[in-house]
């Protein structure tokens, strides 16, 4: 059973192109989160989704970046224009049911991770 | 807000016990994790606690949360070089109808010394 894959694992752009990351997740789990971590610093959530559907962007920049998950192939963070300040490593997770607020003790929603995209922006 | 603090370093000598602390604010944080993270890979969950426990042992880990001081602790016994790692705290709490993400503190990077 694959754990979540990412690709490409590195993936050097220079400003003003844009990067697509790419996250399929663990066999059986439908969703997907994705967090930037910045250099010497923890993970920051960005942005939430089951198939098809956004479910929370609140940790995601309002312009230029972007992030789907269609019924049909892997989750995709695109950023557009990149600069530098978006060098960072993009990692993907995923969990199966997310917790139930009726049963809290469910430890459904333990979110694998994948090794991340390393995005150096030139 | 959210918050999860760590300190930053720790050093040890092999095969004494390594202790990683952790504070967060969230006083509705429901479930608190560990994840070990090694150099260019990816995050490896370690343990869970969830909050209605004090503590929680796994082989060579063993996990303690202070609910009250909202401080949750990881201690290692008897730590081995190839734990030389960085070590993160998250916490996920009741937040809205999702409140799946993951609030992670700066992760606490272990040193073992042979």
């Known amino acids: 059973n694959a754990g979540v894959m990412q690709n490409p694992r590195h993936l050097v752009r220079r400003r003003g192109q844009e990067a697509r990351l790419r996250c399929s997740p663990m066999k059986g789990h439908s969703h997907v989160y994705w967090y930037r971590q910045l250099p010497e610093e923890g993970l920051k959530f960005m942005v939430y989704l089951q198939k098809e559907n956004i479910i929370d962007e609140s940790g995601m920049p309002k312009e230029r970046f972007s992030a789907e998950f269609p019924k049909e192939g892997p989750s995709i963070l695109r950023i557009q224009q990149v600069v530098r300040g978006d060098s960072a490593a993009y990692f993907c997770?995923?969990?199966?049911?997310?917790?139930?607020?009726?049963?809290?003790?469910?430890?459904?929603?333990?979110?694998?991770f994948g090794a991340g995209t390393r995005l150096s922006v030139l | 807000g959210e918050d999860v603090e760590q300190s930053l370093f720790l050093s040890v000598r092999e095969g004494d016990s390594s202790v990683i602390n952790c504070t967060y604010t969230d006083s509705s944080s429901t479930y608190l994790y560990w994840y070990k993270q090694e150099p260019g890979a990816g995050l490896q969950l370690l343990t869970y606690i969830f909050s209605n426990m004090d503590m929680k042992q796994d082989q060579r880990l063993t996990v303690l949360l202070n609910k009250k001081d909202k401080h949750l602790s990881l201690r290692i016994a008897d730590t081995q070089t190839g734990d030389s790692a960085i070590y993160f705290c998250?916490?996920?709490?009741?937040?809205?109808?999702?409140?799946?993400?993951?609030?992670f503190g700066g992760g606490t990077r272990l040193m073992v010394k042979p």
């Open positions: 998250a916490e996920m709490s009741f937040r809205n109808n999702a409140g799946n993400m993951l609030t």
């Open positions: 997770a995923s969990s199966t049911t997310p917790r139930e607020l009726s049963r809290p003790s469910q430890i459904k929603n333990i979110q694998y």
